[in-house]
């Protein structure tokens, strides 16, 4: 199986690559090598290197800068993904395409099927989903939607990295309380994205739209008292700083976020027989190689 994954120096690309299966064949390119905007490149990338499956680990991902940024958070979440979709197509490439739970906004407070309505409520969320439809529509059946949420990687920029800076420089920290969903380790997600492009390579069935997210629930509050915690075991913290339990009315920002956007994973975790981590034990395993 050749495999093709955009986006190579974030968070999930990153994993992707480290996590290349015995047997699979990784082409990986960052955003200058293969800028998804740019059409002629993605086909002419695409084509010369005929993958089996491409995986679109690249995205504008910046939720509050996209509020006044739609230009460019569309170009590379819509269009960027159709042009994925176009090549793909032309080739008989499959695609997985990465999207988010932002696509929902405010309507459940129990966890989210992957055919729930979608209902995003700022232009990252927005943007996600027009590329989604872009992926559906061009290619069907030989596309798979996964969201996610909530990511983190030992790799890049992510709320578990920005936790323990703060909590080395800060007296004392407020945390978002009141929205609710499951942090989620990138390098799960690309464990679990490899198990997929190798369903999909081998022609068995696959859903149009998966969920994947680690297990169980937190607020930001929830999972900052955890980084902590579980930081100062490992020796990462040398004092307990108090975390304080904030709304998100007390920290304004951009982009309005959804306050429960909890996924169902199981329909993924079943056709991957993959059982899953508790979200704290995937923390636990990503703090550990921190400490490394
Ligand atoms: N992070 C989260 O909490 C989260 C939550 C839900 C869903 N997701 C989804 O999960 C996927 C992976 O996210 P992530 O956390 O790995 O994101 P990330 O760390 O921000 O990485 C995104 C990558 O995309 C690349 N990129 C941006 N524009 C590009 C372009 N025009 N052409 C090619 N590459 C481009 C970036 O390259 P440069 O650095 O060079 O710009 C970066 O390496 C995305 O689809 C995201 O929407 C993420």
Redesign the pocket.
């Known amino acids: 199986m050749r495999v093709l994954v ?8 990153w994993e992707l690559t480290r996590l290349q299966p015995d047997g699979a064949e990784l082409l990986a390119f ?3 090598e ?4 740019d059409s002629d490149t993605v086909s002419s990338i695409i084509n010369q290197y005929q993958p089996d499956v491409v995986i ?6 910046a939720v509050d800068k996209a509020e006044s940024d739609q230009t460019a958070a569309y ?3 819509e269009t ?1 993904a159709g042009n994925l979709a176009k090549a793909c197509k032309a080739v008989s490439a499959k695609l997985i395409h ?5 696509v929902f906004g405010a309507t459940k407070n129990t966890p989210y099927d992957p055919a729930d309505p979608t209902d995003p409520l700022g232009v990252y969320g927005a943007s ?1 989903l027009a590329g989604e439809q872009q992926v559906a529509g061009i290619l069907g059946e030989n596309s798979s939607i996964v ?6 990687s030992v790799h ?3 709320f578990v990295k920005t936790m323990l800076r703060l909590m080395k420089e800060k007296e004392q920290l407020g945390v978002v309380s009141d929205q609710v969903g499951t942090p989620t380790s ?1 390098r799960n997600l690309a464990a679990a994205l490899w198990k997929l492009a190798d369903r999909m390579h081998s022609g068995e069935t696959i859903q149009p739209v998966y969920h994947w997210s680690d297990l169980g629930t937190a607020s930001w509050y929830d999972f900052a008292v955890a980084i902590r915690d579980e930081a100062l075991l490992l020796g990462l913290l040398d004092k307990e700083i108090p975390v304080n339990p904030i709304f998100s009315s007390q920290y304004p920002t951009p982009a309005k976020r959804p306050a429960y956007s909890v996924l169902n994973t199981a329909a993924l975790r079943n056709d991957l027989n993959i059982a899953g981590d508790h979200w704290r034990k995937a923390l636990n395993s990503m703090l550990k190689e921190l400490v490394q």
């Open positions: 955009t986006g190579k120096n974030g968070q999930l690309g960052n955003s200058s293969l800028d998804i905007t679109n680990a690249a995205a504008y991902t170009a590379v979440n960027g990465v999207s988010t739970d932002f996600k969201r996610t949420a909530w990511v983190y890049g920029n992510n990138a």
